[in-house]
């Protein structure tokens, strides 16, 4: 593998939320790392702790959530012992965030161009008019046709894909070593969306930040992302290069997820299910997550949370299926 | 030959904008759009937002009234026919929404909302209609204690299983699938899609599958439509429009959809499409596709391509090299 630094570190992050109907499991000792200059997925069904895990690296955990324990680190610092006034100072300007719905994360009663130059003013102490100037010029970078007049416009004159690319503009005004996106095509048009994916690759590699891409859609991840972390019901199951996850997945989980895709290349008349569905995360099933819903589950796999083995350079599992047959990591 | 189950004839539906009392303009929602849907066959129809699918199909099952055009149901036009009139029809066909929580009512116990249909058609009052309803829940993979519970209680899974057994309720022919697996999860998705496929096998329904998913419309249909501002810009087998796409749009589209292999991400693609959909109160003119089209030729922005067959029964509507 290449030997890249690690520009954020995320170790046995574990979030819980206290709720009247009991503690929600969300995060389950959740590790991964991300390179710098890297574009990392964090791919699962809905529900499976992907936004939390976004919200917990920004320390953005809504009540009742709690971060119980782990460490964030972002070059080497941990995010978890910043205290409040140091977290502002980070959030939007060494790592910043992309929303799935950009119509409800944009205000409505504040022009474009002033709204995506606010990290100026709040970050970099410039004055409003300075800042509305580099606003612009950030809104043409991200492909607004006349950006001068746009940016006088109002979130609810733009389009979707308009407002996504005015989130986009927003994300990186500070050049942020580490752009979090939480499925920022969801809910854009195929042809929308893919202009999307290409502007925020394009500008990946102008700014050589890192990326943090959060997504249910697998194709998305084909075509996006370095390293793919597959999460399900609170923890990371794999962790590998895209090419690896697309041609050799290991967990049952993640190759059984694959095969329930309908994909143009295998036109087979009926897809594989995965039997029963996502559990609760109030009382999630002991030892393994993943056990009562898998095949090949053996009678440690509901006792003893599987550890995470390293079977190749690279590509890590948490399965008992792969006990001695990898370091474990 | 496969009869055809419906037959659309130069189908146009406008809205009408008011301010006021007077008409200022109009959504083209829907303009001059023919095809046939062959019993026991599956349409799929594809197109982003604002495209007009989602009005079309509503059409065609005149939940909405046409401007203009013909719906023929087994050769008979179906057009400002009354409500009686209508009530064979409406048993006959069905329709599944998209968003199963907002498509059941919270206050009604399933056996009311799976049952509603049956009451209204007359088909079983009583005891008799919870023994239907629960015929019907089986057969979407639900059970018998679900019977006297509430939407909420269930997964969205469940809940797309609860508003495909309502629409099974009436003994359909026809059911119209709006986006049904859209907001699912792709584990959940497999399961409803594989139900559907064996319903369709059982029972004998046709399908008309609307969805912007590419590959689900791939997997489910066999006849393909592709709409753009109102429009069928091309429709054909499924084969003939996923391997041989020949408008200009069409093959923008496929292009943009991401692929599920690593590899396609350094590939140049064919088509990008560049810009976004125009509004549909003043669509361009001649070709709506014209402002965005990679291929434009002068005459594009003056004369209207019409649906051409350009062989098996492949319509395209562009003008030919």
């Known amino acids: 593998m290449e030997a890249r630094e690690d520009l954020l570190v995320v170790d046995r992050l574990k979030t819980q939320f206290f709720t009247y109907g009991g503690l929600v499991e969300a995060l389950d000792e959740v590790s991964f790392e991300i390179k710098k200059g890297e574009i990392f997925g964090l791919v699962g069904e809905s529900g499976c702790g992907k936004s939390v895990t976004a919200t917990s690296i920004l320390r953005l955990v809504a009540k009742p959530g709690k971060i119980i324990s782990g460490r964030v680190l972002l070059d080497g610092q941990d995010l978890l012992e910043k205290n409040d006034h140091e977290m502002n100072s980070i959030r939007g300007s060494r790592i910043a965030m992309i929303f799935q719905d950009p119509t409800s994360s944009l205000n409505p009663v504040f022009r474009i161009g002033r709204q995506v130059g606010e990290p100026y003013v709040y970050h970099q102490h410039r004055g409003k008019r300075q800042a509305l100037m580099d606003a612009t010029r950030i809104l043409a970078k991200t492909g607004f046709p006349d950006a001068d007049e746009k940016a006088r416009n109002y979130p609810h004159e733009l389009s979707g894909g308009l407002r996504q690319r005015a989130m986009i503009a927003m994300a990186l005004t500070c050049e942020p070593e580490l752009l979090i996106a939480d499925e920022p095509t969801t809910n854009l048009d195929v042809t929308i969306g893919r202009q999307i994916l290409d502007l925020v690759k394009d500008l990946q590699r102008e700014f050589g930040a890192s990326v943090l891409w959060i997504t249910h859609d697998m194709a998305v991840v084909a075509q996006m992302c370095d390293r793919v972390g597959v999460m399900y019901a609170g923890s990371i199951v794999e962790k590998t290069d895209v090419r690896t996850l697309f041609r050799n997945a290991k967990h049952p989980y993640t190759v059984r997820l694959l095969r329930a895709i309908p994909s143009a290349a295998k036109s087979a008349e009926t897809l594989e299910e995965i039997p029963g569905s996502v559990p609760q995360l109030i009382h999630p099933p002991s030892g393994c997550r993943f056990h009562p819903r898998c095949d090949s589950a053996m009678d440690v796999c509901s006792q003893v949370k599987p550890l995470e083995i390293e079977v190749e350079p690279g590509h890590v599992v948490a399965c008992h299926l792969f006990r001695g047959k990898g370091k474990v990591t | ?321």
């Open chain 2, 1 to 321: 030959m496969t009869t055809a189950l419906f037959e659309c004839r130069n189908l146009t539906k406008f809205f009408p904008i008011k301010s006021l009392f007077r008409e200022t303009g109009r959504v083209h929602a829907v303009e001059d759009v023919s095809f046939t849907i062959p019993e026991g066959g599956t349409v799929g129809l594809v197109g982003e937002s604002g495209c007009g699918k989602t009005t079309l199909a509503r059409t065609i099952l005149l939940l909405i009234e046409p401007t203009s055009g013909q719906i023929l149901f087994r050769g008979e036009d179906m057009v400002s026919r009354s409500k009686r009139e209508l009530r064979r029809f409406r048993r006959e066909t069905a329709i599944v929404f998209q968003d199963p929580y907002s498509s059941l009512d919270p206050r009604m116990l399933i056996a009311d909302v799976v049952g509603e249909p049956l009451v209204i058609h007359k088909v079983a009052f009583g005891e008799d209609r919870d023994d239907v309803v629960l015929s019907l829940l089986k057969r979407v993979g639900l059970e018998a204690d679900h019977l006297y519970r509430y939407p909420h209680e269930f997964s969205g899974g469940q809940r797309q299983r609860l508003a495909i057994a309502r629409a099974l309720a009436g003994d359909p022919k026809f059911i119209l699938l709006d986006e049904a697996t859209s907001a699912l999860d792709v584990s959940v998705q497999a399961k409803i899609l594989n139900m559907l496929n064996g319903l369709k096998a059982d029972l004998g329904l046709t399908y008309m599958f609307i969805s912007h998913d590419l590959s689900v419309v791939r997997h489910l249909s066999d006849h393909i439509g592709v709409m753009y501002l109102g429009r069928m810009v091309e429709y054909g087998t499924r084969d003939q429009v996923f391997d041989t796409p020949t408008h200009p749009y069409t093959r923008g589209l496929l292009a943009a959809a991401p692929s599920l292999d690593p590899d396609d991400r350094d590939r140049p693609r064919e088509v990008v499409l560049q810009g976004e959909v125009p509004s549909a109160v003043e669509p361009p003119s001649g070709c709506r596709f014209h402002p965005r089209c990679p291929v434009c030729k002068a005459q594009c922005d003056r004369e209207r391509p019409e649906l051409v067959d350009i062989g098996d029964g492949h319509l395209v509507a562009c003008f030919p090299e």
